[in-house]
Structure formats: C-alpha cells, structure tokens
C-alpha cells in the first residue's frame, strides 16, 4: 500500500500522493472514505465531495488540459479516472447508490459533460409496485473521446477506440470499439473508425492536405509509419478485462481494499484490455 495520509478521525484518507490543489476543495462528508492520487496530480477549478462512507475516488496524474473535475460520489462506490485523460472543461460526475464509473487511459472530453449513474429520485411501477429506474454502474475504455455536451447514463459500456458525438445521449448501451455513436437517443453511425489527439484547427492548407490519409499525416509529424495501428483496438480474449470482473470488485470489500484492487488492474495495461466480444 502506498502512503496512507489520515484527514479525520472519521477514518477518511488520502493514499499515495497528496495532490496539487488551485482553486479547489476536497469535501469529505462521511468515513472511511479515499482519496487515491498518483504523482503529479494536480487539482484544479475542481470540487471533490465525499457525500457518504466508504467510497472511493482513484485519480491517475493527468494531461494539463484536464484542469477541471466536479466528482460527486456516495456510500460504497468508485470513481476510477485513468492515465493522460484530458478534457476543455469540467468534467461532471454524479456516482450513487452503490454503483461504479470507470474511465480508462488516453481519453479525451470536450466540453460540458455530464455523467451519472442514478436518477436521482424513486420510480416504480403502478402495477406491481416495483422500482423501475435501479442505478448502473458505468465503464468507459481506453482511447474513448467523448464530444460537446454529451450526456453519460446508466448502464453504458463503451469499449476502447470510440468516439461519442456531441450532445449525445448515451444510456444502456453497450458500445463495441472503435466505433462513432451519436444522436439523442444515442446510436451506431459508423464501425471501424479511430480518433487522434492533435487539433487541426490552425493547420495550414499543406497539413490539413496531408491529414487526410493518416500515413501522409505521421510522416509530416515526423512520426513513425509503425504508428499507424496505435488506435485500432482488436479482441483478444487473453487480453481482455470484462467489466463485470471490475464491476464484482468494486462491489465488496473497503474503500481501501477496492483500492489495492485498482493498483494491481492498472498494472494489467495490454492494449485490447477494455475490448469485449460483443453480440
């Protein structure tokens, strides 16, 4: 285990690294809860709430871009944000009623986005009086960009490689890597697609010409021509992490154990791990 930092005497911590904080606030409403940061992680414009007990929150160190997160995360569950993720604005996270968001490496949000598990008030039937509207846990790969405004709900599983349209709405889906979706209700436009990072706004006419076939555009970044299959994600069963597996060890246990948990995952980091079989 890392370095563990006590905040209270209500049990709350903050492992590993104690973050750089501007213009932030760290809310710990409850006990037992965590706070996990790597190296370098810098908080800012950001608020974290802690709004029950043992729960979880794992951030990875970040691109500089990602300079805003509003987390708001209840009793018994897990926020996992992942490596080099960015984002233009804030980022907010609504995460209750003992249920789960998992983001993965290298993903890109535009801005106002919104993700959250739970609507937020009771729903049942007026038949048999059962609930209809349960929480879901929520799980986005590796290389996921998820365009302006979009909205991420309930049940939403969305593999390695894809693109989110914006103003999206995305809930229940199961998403297959590297593939585009958009629309309100959200749906497949386009399989077999994948994304790149840098922004072509200010290309001149010379680059935006070598941007559309993508080895032109690595040769005139000076990168290499092996580059070309970076972002093109393949199934590989002994390779691949099911979300049900981190789902089940999310789901028991203490805040602390669940984060023992994360660190031995994020040390599984072959490329197809979030690339599920799909039917």
């Known amino acids: 285990m890392n370095n563990i930092t006590e905040?209270?005497?209500?049990?709350?911590?903050?492992?590993?690294?104690?973050?750089?904080?501007?213009?932030?606030?760290?809310?710990?409403?409850g006990s037992n809860n965590v706070l996990y940061c790597e190296k370098g992680v810098n908080?800012?414009?950001?608020?974290?709430?802690?709004?029950?007990?043992?729960?979880?929150?794992?951030?990875?160190?970040?691109?500089?871009?990602?300079?805003?997160?509003?987390?708001?995360i209840f009793s018994d569950s897990v926020i996992h944000i992942g490596n080099r993720c960015g984002a233009m604005q804030t980022v907010k996270a609504i995460i209750g009623e003992k249920k789960h968001l998992f983001i993965g490496n290298d993903c890109l949000f535009s801005y106002g986005i919104t993700i959250r598990n739970a609507d937020g008030h009771?729903?049942?039937?007026?038949?048999?009086?059962n609930r209809t509207n349960r929480a879901k846990s929520i799980f986005i790969?590796?290389?996921?960009?998820?365009?302006?405004d979009a909205l991420i709900l309930k049940g939403t599983y969305i593999d390695s490689g894809s693109i989110i349209g914006g103003r999206s709405v995305i809930s229940n889906k199961r998403i297959e890597h590297n593939s585009l979706w958009a629309g309100s209700p959200g749906r497949l436009l386009k399989k077999d697609v994948f994304w790149e990072m840098p922004m072509p706004n200010n290309y001149s006419e010379e680059m935006l010409a070598s941007a559309d076939?993508?080895?032109?555009?690595?040769?005139?970044?000076?990168?290499?021509?092996?580059?070309?299959?970076?972002?093109?994600?393949?199934?590989?069963?002994?390779?691949?992490?099911?979300?049900?597996?981190?789902?089940?060890?999310?789901?028991?246990?203490?805040?602390?154990?669940?984060?023992?948990?994360?660190?031995?995952?994020n040390e599984r980091c072959s490329k197809n791990r979030f690339v599920?079989?799909?039917t």
């Open 141 to 148: 790969g590796d290389h996921v960009w998820v365009g302006q």
């Open 213 to 265: 076939d993508y080895v032109d555009f690595l040769s005139s970044q000076n990168r290499d021509y092996e580059e070309k299959d970076n972002w093109i994600y393949k199934f590989a069963e002994e390779q691949e992490i099911s979300w049900n597996e981190i789902e089940l060890n999310f789901s028991k246990g203490t805040a602390l154990e669940k984060c023992n948990y994360l660190i031995k995952l």
């Open 43 to 72: 908080l800012k414009n950001s608020k974290l709430t802690f709004n029950g007990d043992n729960s979880l929150i794992y951030l990875h160190s970040n691109m500089p871009t990602f300079n805003s997160l509003d987390l708001s």
């Open 7 to 29: 905040i209270d005497e209500k049990g709350n911590k903050i492992v590993g690294y104690f973050p750089g904080v501007y213009q932030s606030a760290i809310v710990w409403g």
């Open 122 to 129: 009771l729903i049942y039937s007026t038949n048999d009086y």
């Open 276 to 278: 599920h079989g799909i």
